[in-house]
């Protein structure tokens, strides 16, 4: 059998065209899959922040106003008592809130954000309180996580709501044991910290 | 013109050819997945024979809530005190579960697992790591005292095995979420699911360490009322006589495993304080129910179950009271708090049990006399009936064991 000249062409320009019309499908097909990947990612990343800042909105800001029991005592990592509104005697204080019973990598985020140089907010003027059932416990919490922040054992359960979510969260609190600002982070979502963080930089600028 | 025309009719040709590729494909996929549902199905069928957690000698209790009488309400017992040893290398935090043995009180908090002699001296500690049985994440665990083992369930999905000072022996890596573990026999374990219902349809599997697998699974939520809701519990299954019951946060059933399956033995008929499925609609997630189902007046989650010779034990919370009593051949729950049963004080501590065992109920006491009105005190003087401990402040917790006379 002879193959002429146009035949040859014909056969060519199937297969070339065949190989294209294949590398361009699969290029489509892997662009759609990159792009349904992406989308969902987006909007799921969009969906969090969503949750963060509606919890946010509908909960920090009701405990705006509650005033703190007096006769709450904490005990430093020396084991010393002291009383709350002793702590807080020197003006506005940013609370970190941990416990032993919270998510172990939730309440770490917190303490990275604490320390992010965008924080403008003095070292003195924040206090970590956690929850450990042995002050020890805090003590060597405290050691294995550098925190460079006082940190205090709470025993007692105090009665803000903000308790009942089990979740680390930052409250500011007044030398009358009122609460200015609180706030309940997302571990993921670090930036979100740190802008509340800047936000609330008025309050301890005195 | 031509070369347009030719390039036309072959891009023609090669699309129709990508479509019908592409129709293969989606007829060789059909195919291949509806052998994998068979299959699927096959092994369910197979695997899942007998699982409808209904069976013989099914029996109803109905829960009282206004019997007063007080000879069903308490419980003789007697009380003694372990004070577990406390020193840098073994500090406990808050306690997830707690075994005790003939030898060894072992303990598992949210960091490390804690093995202590029976007179409280600490013994050893698994070390946090990720080496080859080191601990990341331990989630609950349980020992067979037969078979001197101990069993760790990491992160949901990897069983540890030990031996009974925790000298790491192997791994199962496993396929599924869980937070609670029993071996069966030689070959198998029972696993307590922790995935909520949309993606798990059994509360029970059975792990084959042969072939690495669940081989069968057990109690689907489908049965269950409360099959959306359902919270982390330590104490799911119990063993009394060499036989396995079980209980969920979410199932008002005991189940037994026998003849292969897991079993009803009791149903708990809760009546008016049981939620309706109307209630339960109202909520989207476990957290709210959780709150206003105990606002509202309705029995929610079951905490734990222990059975005793004489009577089982089954926690709850309703009001003031944390705990339902059903004596053996009576149909009936009458509704307490452990407190008042077992004549213990009225703190955190004891208001549930953290295990039992045989005539024993196990409580991890936290020093709650130094908080509140005593929070200036570093110690104290604990007394329980004729029995007194000194109380430390920042020692570690104090074993309270009840025996059941």
């Known amino acids: ?206 | 013109m031509v070369i347009v025309t030719v390039f036309g009719a072959v891009l023609k040709v090669n699309f129709v050819h990508i479509l019908v590729a592409e129709t293969h494909l989606k007829q060789i996929y059909k195919i291949y997945f509806m052998r994998k549902i068979i299959f699927g199905f096959l092994i369910l069928l197979v695997g899942c024979t007998n699982n409808s957690g209904t069976s013989l000698d099914e029996q109803y209790i109905k829960v009282i809530s206004d019997d007063n009488n007080t000879e069903k309400l308490h419980v003789n017992n007697d009380i003694s005190f372990v004070q577990l040893e406390t020193s840098e290398d073994c500090l406990i935090g808050n306690v997830i579960n707690v075994e005790i043995t003939n030898q060894y009180i072992y303990v598992l908090d949210r960091k490390s697992f804690f093995i202590f002699s029976k007179d409280g001296r600490f013994v050893k500690k698994i070390k946090r790591g990720k080496g080859p049985g080191e601990l990341t994440r331990a989630l609950n665990f349980s020992v067979d005292e037969n078979r001197k083992e101990i069993y760790i369930i990491e992160m949901g999905n990897i069983l540890h095995i030990y031996n009974d000072l925790a000298v790491y022996k192997e791994t199962y890596k496993l396929d599924g979420s869980f937070i609670d573990v029993i071996r069966l026999n030689d070959d198998n374990f029972i696993l307590y699911t922790v995935l909520p219902h949309k993606h798990e349809d059994f509360l029970i599997s059975v792990y084959n360490i042969n072939s690495k697998t669940i081989i069968s699974k057990y109690i689907p939520y489908e049965n269950l009322a409360m099959k959306d809701f359902s919270i982390l519990t330590y104490n799911n299954f119990f063993v009394i006589n060499d036989e396995i019951y079980f209980s969920a946060s979410n199932s008002r059933n005991i189940y037994k495993y026998a003849e292969d399956s897991m079993q009803t033995i009791y149903s708990i008929d809760f009546d008016d304080l049981n939620p309706s499925v109307s209630y339960l609609n109202k909520f989207n997630n476990v957290r709210e129910f959780m709150k206003m189902v105990y606002i509202d007046n309705y029995i929610g989650f079951i905490n734990f179950s222990f059975y005793f010779d004489e009577f089982m034990l089954v926690g709850f919370k309703y009001k003031d009271y944390n705990c339902g009593i059903s004596y053996k051949d009576e149909n009936k729950m009458y509704i307490s708090s452990v407190s008042d049963l077992f004549d213990l004080p009225k703190t955190p501590s004891f208001e549930r049990p953290y295990n039992a065992n045989g005539n024993q109920i196990y409580f991890v006491y936290y020093n709650d006399l130094l908080l509140i009105d005593n929070i200036q005190k570093e110690e104290m003087i604990l007394e329980i009936g004729d029995q007194s401990i000194k109380l430390t402040e920042n020692s570690n917790p104090i074993i309270v064991t009840v025996t059941i006379k």
């Open chain 1, 1 to 206: 059998m002879k193959f002429n000249s146009s035949t040859f062409y014909y056969i060519f320009s199937i297969v070339l065209v065949s190989i294209i019309m294949g590398l361009l499908y699969n290029f489509y097909k892997k662009t759609e899959i990159e792009f349904s990947k992406k989308y969902s990612l987006l909007k799921n990343e969009y969906k969090l922040v969503e949750d963060v800042l509606t919890n946010n909105l509908l909960n920090s800001n009701s405990y705006i106003g509650f005033e703190f029991n007096n006769k709450i005592i904490l005990e430093d990592t020396a084991l010393n008592k002291i009383s709350l509104i002793n702590v807080i005697k020197s003006g506005n204080i940013l609370v970190y809130r941990i416990s032993d019973t919270h998510c172990s990598s939730c309440d770490i985020a917190g303490l990275k954000s604490l320390v992010s140089p965008n924080v403008k907010i003095p070292k003195d003027r924040i206090i970590v309180i956690g929850s450990f059932y042995n002050t020890k416990l805090l003590a060597s919490y405290v050691f294995e996580n550098n925190i460079v922040h006082k940190a205090y054992n709470l025993k007692q359960s105090i009665n803000i709501r903000a308790e009942e979510f089990n979740f680390p969260y930052f409250i500011v609190v007044n030398k009358d044991l009122e609460v200015l600002s609180c706030f309940f982070p997302e571990k993921s979502k670090p930036y979100l910290t740190e802008y509340y963080l800047l936000g609330i930089k008025h309050l301890f600028d005195n």
